[in-house]
């Protein structure tokens, strides 16, 4: 209840015992004209004083300039589950007493619920206190949680793990705007709009291709009210393009003492810490504060900066499509490392097979591959050459990369290794096998597990298979 709410609008007579009820305060009674009554001291239901909300606080009933400029308004935002204790009352309330409904949008995002998928209340005792949280995680990491948790109508539960992953990404780009800041000098400054693509590197183009994309997209998403997705494109962009490529394929050029990127780098983070300063408002200011001092005309702080609507004319296919080509191939060759467990430290050869254009982008970009895969050599041939023998062969849309085995490991031990796994799968099938062909196994057992055990027979036929594709590349 709300004890500032609405009185409820009846008087009680002393005298003869009648109700009064009255628009207005009445001075007696309407039955018996009694001056002696008394209100009573109750108040209307919390949701009545809701509906009145919309108009009631821009100085309705009287035509106030507020109330002439703020209602209606366009978007009311609010949870599912008070749809008609709420939305629909307020609706009604506003035709009621002013003409008209009091927005045109409702946005119902899910409710939180606790790591089980139950609704929090005081009495489970499994409510997540907001405060606790923000001193754990802090602000930012909360608000990004509960925003690229949320989809209209369905409903998120609240977990540690989300929540880490939430701080890490804020760490993520406090880290790479730290990279950036420490490579400018104080008297550096840079223009607020974004170089011109002629002369710049295919990174350089590329990672301007990719905001503008991403701006455009989560103008678009916001615009439909997506808000989860918008921010699930910019966690990608900005962990993944931007930090994990980007930054690292330009220390390459920054230790080789190419051409500066820092006007590249300024300009991305500039831009991307105001498509991500309505999620994360407090990091994204911070680190913008740092910022500015190098940005022209900048303005006086990041909440009234315009935001990012990016341009398709912008886009640079050919760029995308090279360094798509260049991520493919160090993704690959580090699968493969993962795959015959090479040490981190070791470093590999490896061939490329291809047509001229993809040849050609391999070789601007031979350094990078090498560095970022830990390839010792990258030998460049043909599509039509001769492939090798005994290399672990990865196919990709472009290209064809083989990595000679003799390069990656001892293949003597590998194949004793392999046998050993093959014959360890091999008695697992028969096993597996023989039980499933045991009437008294199939008939009596709950048809779950018989499922279960079916199960593991196909996984470990797979496996076995997988084992045998290996040794046979081997040799």
């Not at 730290?178 to 350089?204: H, I, K």
């Not at 309505?278 to 740092?290: R, S």
């Not at 003597?412 to 096998?433: F, N, T």
Request: hydrophobic content about 40%; charged content about 25%.
């Amino acid at each position: 209840q709300l004890w500032w709410g609405h009185r409820i609008p009846v008087w009680y007579c002393r005298d003869c015992g009648a109700q009064t009820c009255a628009t207005t305060d009445p001075e007696q009674c309407a039955s018996c004209g009694s001056p002696r009554i008394e209100q009573d001291p109750d108040v209307l239901d919390t949701w009545f004083s809701s509906a009145l909300w919309p108009h009631s606080t821009l100085g309705w009933p009287k035509d106030t300039e507020d109330l002439r400029y703020f209602y209606p308004t366009t978007v009311m935002e609010t949870g599912y589950d008070i749809l008609f204790f709420w939305v629909a009352r307020m609706i009604m309330m506003g035709l009621e007493n002013t003409g008209q409904i009091p927005f045109r949008w409702v946005y119902l995002h899910g409710l939180i619920r606790d790591e089980k998928g139950e609704k929090m209340s005081k009495t489970r005792g499994n409510v997540v206190d907001p405060l606790v949280v923000i001193g754990q995680y802090g602000t930012d990491a909360l608000r990004f949680t509960l925003s690229t948790g949320s989809s209209p109508g369905n409903d998120m539960r609240l977990t540690e793990e989300r929540l880490k992953g939430s701080r890490n990404f804020a760490n993520k780009l406090w880290n790479a705007a730290r990279f950036v800041l420490t490579g400018l000098t104080p008297e550096q400054r840079f223009s607020l709009e974004a170089p011109e693509a002629a002369g710049l590197a295919p990174e350089d183009r590329w990672i301007l291709s990719r905001l503008n994309r991403v701006a455009v997209t989560v103008n678009r998403l916001l615009g439909d009210f997506q808000f989860g997705e918008a921010n699930r494109q910019l966690y990608d962009f900005l962990w993944s393009e931007y930090c994990d490529w980007y930054i690292e394929l330009v220390k390459i050029r920054l230790r080789a003492g190419d051409q500066s990127p820092l006007p590249v780098l300024v300009h991305v983070l500039d831009q991307s810490l105001r498509l991500l300063h309505p999620v994360m408002p407090f990091i994204t200011e911070e680190l913008w504060q740092t910022l500015r001092p190098h940005l022209d005309g900048a303005p006086d702080a990041l909440i009234v900066a315009p935001y990012p609507q990016g341009d398709p004319a912008r886009y640079d296919e050919v760029a995308e499509r090279e360094l798509g080509l260049v991520m493919d191939v160090v993704r690959t060759v580090r699968n493969a490392r993962a795959e015959y467990n090479v040490e981190a430290g070791r470093w590999v050869p490896a061939l490329a097979y291809g047509k001229p254009e993809a040849l050609a982008a391999l070789e601007r970009h031979a350094q990078s591959v090498k560095a970022l895969a830990r390839v010792q050599s990258l030998e460049l041939r043909p599509d039509t050459a001769e492939r090798p023998t005994s290399a672990a062969h990865i196919v990709l849309q472009e290209c064809e990369v083989y990595l000679p085995l003799a390069g990656l490991v001892d293949l003597e031990a590998e194949r004793r290794r392999l046998h050993r796994e093959l014959e360890r799968e091999q008695g697992e099938i028969a096993r597996l096998e023989a039980k499933l062909a045991n009437p008294e196994f199939t008939t009596k057992a709950p048809e779950a597990v018989v499922v279960k055990e079916r199960g593991r027979l196909s996984e470990t036929r797979e496996r076995a298979e997988r084992l045998r594709t290996r040794l046979a590349l081997l040799g």
